[in-house]
């Protein structure tokens, strides 16, 4: 018993920034969900539109009629607005008969994992504990990155696969990679482009480090494109079935079709032309999210598109850069904390409450142009590259559904913080070492 308390006080010991940084992280989120759960009860944690509708609704549907379908009244027909593994994650707890608390607090165990990760990411890249140490303690106190991880949302489930898949990237286990980014892509299919960027991101910089084509890990990097396809292969065949497509998901053309295309013809003084379901369509409330929608969708916006294609163009650009550029904490200060808590913003306070927006408005400018300076970094460069082509892809892409005052894309940059937090060290620290060479070589 003395030997087996001393070997697990040896590993205290040896672990103990990890566990300081799972607590961190765990414990302020848990704490938060504590308040929550008491003072706005279970609701609290669906309290976003699309926790309560698409997926607690889908979790419902899937346990009671055995159908992937967001429909609220029957029939409910299967759909394919989402990729269905969280819908999957929040089913297994009602099945146990667990409350939303549950789901939540595993939720904030998981961002105890992903700070760990990501310390443990800073020495692999960087050969740093001090800029893991660093980004771990921004990941786990990043105030965004709170709130969205106590809602019933898919954003934290496919952080976790995704942070877990980039560390075994980073251990050049890419088989393994292959299979988390599978898994993260059947919570949100944007992991589709993730996957395939990084995955050639780490045949270049392989390439970039032995100087020879035929000594690369081929044999990983192809399993690692096996067991991606395989674990989305189910979703796609069913898909298929269904509704005679190999996609993912119809989320892509509804979103763009609906969000910016929409936002641009009302410049243009018109309004979008929209789907008619056909009279004898069993639902007509969810066919606006149908593959039979989204060929409308399509085929409208290519020609709005082929009409306007510069003023569109600088349109969805223009979006995009705002949405990337805009102060996230806005959101937070003005749609979350203002309407459930105004008494904070009487007088002075909300002077105090916008300025610790600005200020956090302006770390996060700062945070992005500090990733540059990494660049001096010459082994993590490849992955600073392909990180940075991710960050504009999400933009583009997701961002400009953010559109309008106080633009909002943070639940969209969980994924991808993280590493923000990293580059941004990095760079800090060799442009440090740079200096401090140059002055010695004086």
Same mark, same amino acid.
């Given at each position: 018993?003395?030997?087996?308390?001393?070997?697990?006080?040896?590993?205290?010991?040896?672990?103990?920034?990890?566990?300081?940084?799972?607590?961190?992280?765990?414990?302020?989120?848990?704490?938060?969900?504590?308040?929550?759960?008491?003072?706005?009860?279970?609701?609290?944690?669906?309290?976003?539109?699309?926790?309560?509708?698409?997926?607690?609704?889908?979790?419902?549907?899937?346990? +009671?009629?055995?159908?992937?379908?967001?429909?609220?009244?029957?029939?409910?027909?299967?759909?394919?607005?989402?990729?269905?593994?969280?819908?999957?994650?929040?089913?297994?707890?009602?099945?146990?008969?667990?409350?939303?608390?549950?789901?939540?607090?595993?939720?904030?165990?998981?961002?105890?994992?992903?700070?760990?990760?990501?310390?443990?990411?800073?020495?692999?890249?960087?050969?740093?504990?001090?800029?893991?140490?660093?980004?771990?303690?921004?990941?786990?106190? +990043?105030?965004?990155?709170?709130?969205?991880?106590?809602?019933?949302?898919?954003?934290?489930?496919?952080?976790?696969?995704?942070?877990?898949?980039?560390?075994?990237?980073?251990?050049?286990?890419?088989?393994?990679?292959?299979?988390?980014?599978?898994?993260?892509?059947?919570?949100?299919?944007?992991?589709?482009?993730?996957?395939?960027?990084?995955?050639?991101?780490?045949?270049?910089?392989?390439?970039?480090?032995?100087?020879?084509?035929?000594?690369?890990?081929?044999?990983?990097?192809?399993?690692?494109?096996?067991?991606?396809?395989?674990?989305?292969?189910?979703?796609?065949?069913?898909?298929?079935?269904?509704?005679?497509?190999?996609?993912?998901?119809?989320?892509?053309?509804?979103?763009?079709?609906?969000?910016?295309?929409? +936002?641009?013809?009302?410049?243009?003084?018109?309004?979008?032309?929209?789907?008619?379901?056909?009279?004898?369509?069993?639902?007509?409330?969810?066919?606006?999210?149908?593959?039979?929608?989204?060929?409308?969708?399509?085929?409208?916006?290519? +020609?709005?598109?082929?009409?306007?294609?510069?003023?569109?163009?600088?349109?969805?650009?223009?979006?995009?850069?705002?949405?990337?550029?805009?102060?996230?904490?806005?959101?937070?200060?003005?749609?979350?904390?203002?309407?459930?808590?105004?008494?904070?913003?009487?007088?002075?306070?909300?002077?105090?409450?916008?300025?610790?927006?600005?200020?956090?408005?302006?770390?996060?400018?700062?945070?992005?142009?500090?990733?540059?300076?990494?660049?001096?970094?010459?082994?993590?460069?490849?992955?600073?590259?392909?990180?940075?082509?991710?960050?504009?892809?999400?933009?583009?892409?997701?961002?400009?559904?953010?559109?309008?005052?106080?633009?909002?894309?943070?639940?969209?940059?969980?994924?991808?913080?993280?590493?923000?937090?990293?580059?941004?060290?990095?760079?800090?620290?060799?442009?440090?070492?740079?200096?401090?060479?140059?002055?010695?070589?004086?």
């Amino acid at each position: 018993m003395t030997g087996k308390f001393y070997l697990f006080s040896q590993w205290l010991k040896n672990h103990r920034i990890e566990i300081s940084i799972f607590f961190l992280a765990f414990g302020t989120r848990f704490l938060y969900a504590v308040l929550v759960q008491i003072f706005f009860g279970s609701h609290g944690f669906i309290a976003y539109k699309d926790a309560e509708v698409l997926y607690l609704g889908g979790a419902n549907n899937f346990l +009671e009629h055995s159908v992937f379908s967001i429909n609220s009244f029957p029939p409910y027909l299967p759909d394919v607005y989402r990729t269905p593994l969280y819908t999957f994650f929040v089913a297994s707890f009602l099945w146990l008969k667990l409350p939303f608390f549950g789901i939540i607090a595993t939720q904030n165990f998981l961002a105890g994992i992903i700070s760990i990760l990501v310390y443990r990411i800073g020495q692999l890249l960087f050969s740093s504990k001090r800029v893991g140490l660093l980004a771990a303690v921004a990941t786990s106190l +990043e105030p965004l990155s709170i709130y969205w991880n106590n809602l019933l949302m898919s954003d934290y489930l496919f952080t976790f696969f995704f942070i877990l898949g980039c560390y075994k990237l980073f251990q050049k286990n890419y088989p393994v990679f292959g299979l988390l980014l599978g898994l993260a892509t059947l919570v949100r299919p944007i992991g589709l482009y993730f996957f395939w960027i990084l995955l050639l991101a780490a045949i270049i910089n392989e390439f970039w480090g032995q100087g020879n084509l035929f000594k690369l890990s081929w044999r990983k990097f192809l399993l690692a494109m096996i067991l991606f396809i395989i674990v989305l292969f189910p979703w796609m065949a069913r898909n298929k079935i269904l509704f005679d497509t190999w996609q993912l998901s119809s989320a892509f053309w509804y979103n763009l079709y609906l969000r910016p295309m929409n +936002e641009f013809v009302q410049t243009q003084g018109f309004s979008l032309p929209m789907p008619i379901a056909p009279s004898d369509y069993p639902n007509p409330e969810t066919f606006i999210y149908s593959f039979q929608s989204v060929a409308f969708y399509k085929q409208q916006f290519m +020609e709005i598109f082929k009409k306007y294609p510069l003023q569109y163009s600088q349109f969805h650009l223009g979006l995009s850069v705002k949405s990337l550029l805009a102060n996230q904490y806005n959101y937070l200060a003005n749609y979350v904390l203002r309407p459930e808590l105004p008494a904070l913003f009487y007088g002075g306070r909300n002077k105090l409450i916008m300025a610790a927006v600005a200020i956090g408005g302006l770390a996060w400018s700062l945070l992005y142009l500090l990733m540059f300076l990494s660049f001096l970094h010459r082994s993590s460069r490849v992955f600073l590259a392909a990180f940075l082509v991710i960050l504009a892809l999400v933009a583009l892409s997701l961002g400009v559904l953010g559109g309008g005052k106080d633009a909002d894309m943070s639940r969209y940059l969980l994924p991808l913080a993280p590493f923000v937090f990293l580059f941004a060290g990095s760079g800090i620290k060799d442009f440090y070492l740079r200096l401090k060479r140059t002055a010695a070589g004086n």
